[in-house]
């Protein structure tokens, strides 16, 4: 089944201990991107990558790091996570570069930080 | 600054009759528009696009209208059904790989 998995589905952790968000796609897609969804206001872009080795920052990428290594897989990695990084963070990946080119999403990891 | 703006926080309407949900947008440099509804607990799912050289494009229920001129699109599902009730998120998207997305409308159809 295609599909794009993220793990884990919920995490819990506190200021300042390092934490990364797994994401893998099994399309072949290109293109990968990493979204955090705040109430009021919608999905908003931290990465993205347009293929391996190329990433890209989006609206939001403060505070966050990503790497593109092998085609399938899109980690979002918390240095140093806050409170205000409390959110649900979307993994989403795509056939090609293009925004015409549909995004599939994974079904999300709900982070708190306390 | 919000390049793409969904006013409408909600939207409740009877089953059969229609949904219109409205997007506008300020970046002239946006090639495509697209529509994504979410389920709880679900992640995002596609549903319909519709290029920048396009006003309009239809797939069963689902209907979205470009006007460029206003950098306003909408999208139509008629008839509405109960199992539409959802999140709807617009979003806007360059040639480059940026894609960004509206604050989502939650429609609520009632039987």
């Known amino acids: 089944e295609a599909q794009v998995t993220q793990n884990p589905r919920y995490l819990i952790t506190v200021t300042g201990k390092k934490l990364t968000v797994t994401c893998s796609q099994n399309?072949?897609?290109?293109?990968m991107s990493w979204y955090r969804q705040d109430p009021g206001l919608g999905l908003r872009q931290i990465y993205y990558?347009?293929?391996?080795?190329?990433?890209d920052k989006g609206d939001v990428p403060e505070g966050y790091k990503v790497s593109r290594k092998e085609k399938r897989n899109f980690p979002l990695i918390l240095e140093s996570p806050s409170p205000n990084q409390t959110s649900l963070y979307f993994c989403?990946?795509?056939?090609?570069?293009?925004?015409?080119?549909?995004?599939?999403f994974g079904n999300g990891t709900r982070l708190t930080v306390t | 600054d919000q390049q793409v703006k969904q006013n409408s926080p909600s939207l409740s309407v009877q089953e059969g009759r229609i949904s219109i949900l409205n997007c506008d947008y300020t970046?002239?440099?946006?090639?495509?528009f697209l529509w994504y509804k979410k389920y709880p607990a679900e992640g995002p799912t596609f549903l319909i696009s519709?290029?920048?050289?396009?006003d309009k494009n239809e797939d069963g229920r689902f209907t979205v209208f470009l006007n460029k001129s206003a950098k306003h699109l909408s999208l139509h599902i008629v008839p509405s059904q109960p199992g539409d009730s959802a999140v709807y998120f617009c979003?806007?998207?360059?040639?480059?790989?940026?894609?960004?997305f509206g604050q989502g409308t939650i429609l609520t159809v009632h039987p």
């Open positions: 989403a990946s795509s056939l090609s570069r293009g925004a015409g080119s549909p995004l599939h």
């Open positions: 399309m072949n897609h290109e293109y």
């Open positions: 990558s347009m293929n391996v080795e190329v990433t």
């Open positions: 970046n002239s440099m946006f090639d495509y």
């Open positions: 519709i290029s920048s050289i396009k």
């Open positions: 979003a806007a998207g360059t040639s480059y790989g940026k894609l960004t």
